[in-house]
């Protein structure tokens, strides 16, 4: 059973510095791993999508990377801003016996001070 | 361009009572629809997953059922509630390898 861990549970870090979040997974036969953003009381938005044959993604201020065989993916995050602040929650996507779907970890919640 | 609707956005029930809440797609058609549950403390949790009209599939047994009566129309039901149905419910489609979500149903049972 895939399982999805996300270090720290918690962060809180002055603006304008750069950060890591860490995600890890149990089971590497995924077919694509997502990050996203949730705000208090609000749906998620989707970050960034990486395929599990890449290595890399980036969007603006924001990076991710995805290691497969060691079951590990970082999201970097530049010079970040207080609206940064949010929970991060990144999810894996299997294919298991033609159905199809996302476990996620039970996010980040990063705080960034002015 | 696509959006996602869910209603009520907040619910309060009391034990017992049934539940109904709706998920409609606009700007796609024969969209792959997923119904989540967040509760505090944990992860989201995938309670069912549809990819047309009539076709159902349950990740997780429990008192929850889901219809999808019309191509973009997802439903989540209860004949009655339980204190553990309390949770943030969400609805997702996908579209190519991106999951999407809807702005989430609070739901608290008392």
């Known amino acids: 059973k895939q399982e999805v861990t996300q270090i720290p549970a918690a962060l809180s870090v002055p603006e304008g510095e750069n950060l890591v979040l860490n995600c890890s997974f149990t089971d590497s036969a995924i077919y694509n791993l997502q990050w996203f953003r949730q705000d208090p009381g609000k749906g998620l938005t989707s970050l960034l999508l990486i395929q599990s044959s890449q290595r890399e993604q980036t969007s603006g201020r924001l990076n991710a990377s995805l290691d497969k065989s060691s079951g590990r993916s970082t999201l970097y995050i530049a010079a970040s801003q207080p609206g940064d602040s949010a929970t991060y929650l990144c999810?894996?996507?299997?294919?298991?016996?033609?159905?199809?779907?996302?476990?996620f970890g039970k996010g980040t919640k990063l705080t960034v001070n002015p | 361009s696509q959006t996602i609707h869910q209603w009520p956005a907040t619910l309060v029930q009391p034990v017992g009572s049934p539940l109904s809440l709706e998920c409609t797609v606009e700007g796609t058609s024969n969209p792959n629809l997923y119904w989540y549950r967040q509760a505090a403390g944990r992860g989201l949790q995938l309670l069912f997953y549809?990819?047309?009209?009539?076709?159902i599939s349950s990740e997780v047994p429990q008192n929850l059922s889901a219809s999808r009566p019309q191509d973009r129309q997802f439903i989540l039901s209860s004949k009655k509630l339980l204190l553990s149905d309390s949770g943030f419910y969400l609805c997702a489609w996908k579209k190519q390898e991106t999951q999407y979500f809807g702005p989430g149903t609070r739901l608290l049972v008392l």
């Open positions: 549809s990819v047309g009209i009539g076709q």
């Open positions: 999810a894996v996507r299997q294919i298991e016996g033609g159905s199809e779907k996302l476990v």
